[in-house]
């Protein structure tokens, strides 16, 4: 098993590996699917639409400020902006206090539901290199053992040798599962992160127009407008 490229030398070093080498691989399938499930779902659009965005910022630059209207192109194109401006407007007329505390709750919560799928990733990293470890610790004291156990005048360096070599395979293959797992939780954060930066640029847009609303009376402003609870992300929970 000295070419590591044959893929039948691959297998046999998996086999070799033990039964953890199972839960491993289990756990980079995982990394995997959900990588590209929050690759798809953490696209630019899924946070600010282009049209929702030149849309939004034209609204906000009339007066005076029109709430329906903003709120009529939030529900015609859904995205974490358009949920986090819904909960603004929706409280047009009252303190600007209080719109910001309806924001920042509203962006906790589109943050929770876009982190959900990354936690899954955060776990093999912290989770595959312990199983190698483990792997690795069951078979030194398998080789031990088995080293102890021969007849007077066997090879004892050449079994220890052996069974030290079987042992480290599960770290190795811990490893090869968590550093890469550990560098796409990385980035998927922050594009999470950078989406935020986005959304925020939107919402300040809104904010002097709502703020120029404090003095009318609210009944006026947003007629009918139910509370916002929901997410508008969508693909954010799996």
């Known amino acids: 098993m000295n070419d590591l490229s044959d893929v039948s030398n691959l297998w046999q070093m998996f086999l070799a590996g033990g039964p953890l ?25 899924r946070f600010v639409p282009r049209r929702f965005r030149a849309e939004i910022e034209r609204l906000a630059a009339e ?14 194109r859904p995205s974490v902006a358009a949920t986090v401006v819904r909960d603004a407007v929706a409280r047009t007329g009252r303190p600007l206090a209080e719109v910001e505390r309806a924001v920042e709750a509203s962006k906790e919560r589109e943050a929770s539901a876009l982190y959900a799928n990354i936690r899954p990733i955060s776990l093999a990293v912290q989770v595959t290199p312990l199983l190698g470890l483990l792997g690795t610790v069951q078979g030194m ?6 080293t102890a156990q021969l007849e007077a005048g066997a090879n004892r360096a050449a079994e220890l040798a052996s ?11 811990g490893l090869c599962v ?13 594009r999470i992160m ?8 939107v919402v300040a847009g809104v904010l002097p127009g709502i ?7 609210r009944a006026a402003l947003v007629r009918g407008e139910p509370a916002v609870t929901g ?8």
């Open 163 to 173: 069974g030290i070599y079987v042992a480290l395979i599960t770290t190795f293959a």
């Open 211 to 217: 703020e120029s609303t404090e003095a009318r009376p």
């Open 63 to 76: 007066r005076p400020f029109d709430p329906e209207a903003v709120l009529a192109e939030c529900r015609r």
């Open 194 to 201: 950078a989406g935020f930066r986005r959304v925020d640029e």
């Open 231 to 238: 997410s508008g992300a969508g693909g954010g929970r799996s």
């Open 21 to 45: 080498m199972w839960p491993i691989a289990g756990l980079s399938v995982i990394v995997i699917a959900f990588a590209l499930e929050r690759a798809w779902a953490l696209r630019p659009g």
């Open 178 to 190: 968590a550093i890469p797992a550990a560098v796409l939780a990385h980035l998927l954060e922050g």
């Open 141 to 146: 004291i398998l080789a031990f053992y088995t």
